[in-house]
Every structure is written in structure tokens, then in C-alpha cells.
């Protein structure tokens, strides 16, 4: 029996979704993670075949193997390794997967940059999920800061580089990939993205709004991003238990008051890994902003703009709401042609 299909002969479709690259992109991705979850586990009267039948969380970080304590699993290939809430990581960073996998009482899969052996995952596709935008610079000219100001340099543009080789040498054939970005305008120019949404024309999907349940610029031709739009995203129902599950766990770990930051400090002065709570600059904007918490909102990381005088924080509006979705292979290609003559070496980016 193949392994993508169940012992009465329904074809099972599994999805890998995936932070793309930064610290806590896997948040991020979580929102996404817990809509195919609530899709899953929801039987609905009527609903006989369902066109995804499995879902696991991962992400993508630049972590040795051999810094991963007491992983689940460490044997599939020396760039994946499966972890639960009973492993930890010994390296520097906000590694927030094991507490994630804790939370959910699920393993993890935790890639390091390196994906060439993304046979081992085994799904048919994979959702890489990216919050404030940097994943979608193809020029110079899109950055607004100096973190992001090279479109070939950075975690995320070593793994959609990885993506791009694996799609185009054929070695993963049976995988469609999509990327999503969440809370645009973060890291990122506006106009610049606009315009490279245009440009890949058919490769741009669309995006959602989780708050609202709005759907726009969508194009259906792809089965997956139609059965993502159609069987999961307008079923209210799910959506809003998915969001509401965001919430209680965003709540639970992230760094969204001046008293959960005074215990961050508190924790890492005392060297306590993992932390209780986590900062994270995309993904508080992305809560705030799908609570309806728009104005002036903190983010409680080094990098967190200045606004006006000693003010810091960051303006959310009703446009970091809506999440994106892409063909990375695509959006390369894009970036490769608008820049035939650079040459990029990446590191870890922030979020």
C-alpha cells in the first residue's frame, strides 16, 4: 500500500506547513497549521473525502543537529530532526519549537537550512509561512531597513534559493510548494511588493484575512489553494475556532506587555531556557492586528522601530491582517531575473 493512501483507499494528502526562516516564524505558521487542524478533526455531515487528511508543524532554523537534546527522532537525515516537548535546544536564538511541540502535545520538524533531503517529510505540500514581508524583496530597492537590504542574503532567502533548486532540479516532484506572508509592510516595502505581486501574475493566489474571513485577489486554478480557500478558510466555523486557538496560545507564550518583557529580561539574566515567553516583532503585530488591536503596539525586541521622540512600537492597522500566498519557485525566478548580476551569502535573518 502506497504511503499516501489509508487502508480503505482514500487518497491522504498531507501537509507540511513551515516557518520560513525567521525566529519565530513558526507562530506564524501556526495560524495557518491550526486551520488545516480544525479542518481535519472537524467531520461535517456529507463530508466523505476530504482533500487533506494530515498536517504537521515544522520549522526551518540554523541549528546543528548535534545541539538538539533528548529529539524523538535525529536519524531520518543529518539536516531534519523530529522533537516533542521533552527536547531542547542548546543554541543560541529564541528556539520556541519545543515549547510549541509541548503546547500541542506534537512532534515538530525542525530543518536546518539546508532542505535537500525534503523526501523525508513526506507530504504532497508544503506551506512555508513568512511574517512582515522580507521574503517577498526581489531588489534592493523593496527593503526599508538595513537587516533587510539584500534580496539574496538572510535565512529566508537561503531556504526559497534551496526551494527554487530542489522544484527546478526535479528531485522533489511529488511536493507543490506555496509560500504565505503574513503582516506585509513589517520589514518590507509596500509598493515593491505590489508590484512583484503583479508581476508573477498567475503565481500570486491571493490572500485571506483570518479576522474577517475575506478573501481577495484569488485565483482557483490550483486544486490546493482552491480546497484551502473553499474547504477550510470560508467555513466559518473553523476559521474562527482556528483563531481562537491562535489567541490562546499567542497569549500564553508571547511577549505582548511591559510585564511579560520584565520577566523575559528576569529569565535570561538567569540563563532559564526556554523561556516562559517569547518576543517577537512579526508575530505580536500579527496578533494585535487579527484582535483588532490596531494603533500603537510594542514588540519588545532590539530591533523595534522608533516612532516619534522616545516612542517605540509599531503602527498595526487592518492591513496586517491579510496573509498572502505565493509560488516561491515562481518569486525566484523573479528575483534572479531582476538581478542576473549579484551574488548573495545568506545568514539567519530576524523577525
Known amino acids: 500500500m502506497s504511503l499516501n493512501q489509508t487502508n480503505n483507499n482514500t487518497p491522504k494528502r498531507k501537509v507540511f506547513i513551515s516557518g520560513l526562516g525567521g525566529g519565530l516564524d513558526i507562530h506564524n505558521a501556526f495560524l495557518l497549521y491550526s486551520l488545516f487542524k480544525e479542518y481535519i478533526n472537524k467531520e461535517e455531515e456529507g463530508d466523505t473525502l476530504k482533500y487533506f487528511n494530515d498536517v504537521f508543524l515544522g520549522s526551518v532554523r540554523p541549528c546543528p543537529q548535534s545541539n538538539i537534546i533528548n529529539p524523538v527522532n535525529s536519524s531520518l537525515h543529518t539536516h531534519l530532526t523530529i522533537l516533542n516537548g521533552d527536547s531542547s535546544i542548546n543554541s543560541k536564538g529564541r528556539y520556541y519549537e519545543p515549547t510549541i511541540a509541548k503546547e500541542l502535545k506534537e512532534n515538530v520538524y525542525l530543518l536546518s537550512t539546508d532542505t535537500s533531503d525534503y523526501n523525508q517529510i513526506r507530504s504532497e505540500t508544503a506551506i512555508y509561512v513568512d511574517g512582515g514581508g522580507d521574503s517577498l524583496?526581489?531588489?534592493?530597492?523593496?527593503?526599508?531597513?538595513?537587516?533587510?537590504?539584500?534580496?539574496?542574503?538572510?535565512?529566508?532567502?537561503?531556504?526559497?534559493?534551496?526551494?527554487?533548486?530542489?522544484?527546478?532540479?526535479?528531485?522533489?516532484?511529488?511536493?507543490?510548494?506555496?509560500?504565505?506572508?503574513?503582516?506585509v509592510g513589517l520589514?518590507?516595502?509596500?509598493?515593491?511588493?505590489?508590484?512583484?505581486?503583479?508581476?508573477?501574475?498567475?503565481?500570486?493566489?491571493?490572500?485571506?484575512?483570518?479576522?474577517?474571513g475575506k478573501i481577495r485577489d484569488t485565483k482557483i486554478e490550483n486544486e490546493t489553494i482552491k480546497s484551502l480557500l473553499f474547504q477550510l478558510f470560508s467555513n466559518e466555523n473553523i476559521r474562527t475556532q482556528a483563531l481562537e486557538k491562535y489567541f490562546t496560545v499567542s497569549e500564553k507564550y508571547l511577549v505582548l506587555t511591559e510585564e511579560h518583557f520584565k520577566q523575559y529580561e528576569k529569565e535570561k539574566k538567569q540563563n532559564i531556557s526556554p523561556p516562559s515567553r517569547f518576543p517577537s516583532h512579526t508575530a505580536t503585530v500579527t496578533y494585535?492586528?487579527?484582535?483588532?488591536?490596531?494603533?500603537?503596539?510594542?514588540?519588545?525586541?532590539?530591533?523595534?522601530?522608533?516612532?516619534?521622540g522616545k516612542q517605540k512600537g509599531v503602527m498595526v492597522n487592518n492591513k496586517h491582517q491579510w496573509m498572502y500566498l505565493v509560488n516561491p519557485v515562481a518569486l525566484e525566478n523573479l528575483k534572479i531575473k531582476k538581478n542576473p548580476t549579484i551574488q548573495g551569502n545568506n545568514n539567519d535573518s530576524k523577525e
Do not use: M
Open 288 to 308: 494585535h492586528s487579527l484582535k483588532n488591536n490596531f494603533g500603537i503596539q510594542r514588540t519588545f525586541v532590539p530591533w523595534e522601530p522608533k516612532l516619534t
Open 187 to 212: 520589514d518590507v516595502n509596500v509598493k515593491g511588493v505590489n508590484s512583484n505581486l503583479k508581476e508573477l501574475n498567475e503565481n500570486y493566489f491571493g490572500k485571506i484575512n483570518f479576522s474577517t
Open 137 to 183: 524583496i526581489t531588489t534592493k530597492e523593496d527593503c526599508i531597513d538595513q537587516i533587510h537590504s539584500d534580496p539574496f542574503l538572510g535565512g529566508d532567502a537561503l531556504l526559497l534559493a534551496a526551494i527554487h533548486h530542489l522544484a527546478n532540479t526535479g528531485l522533489v516532484n511529488h511536493v507543490n510548494f506555496f509560500q504565505a506572508v503574513i503582516a
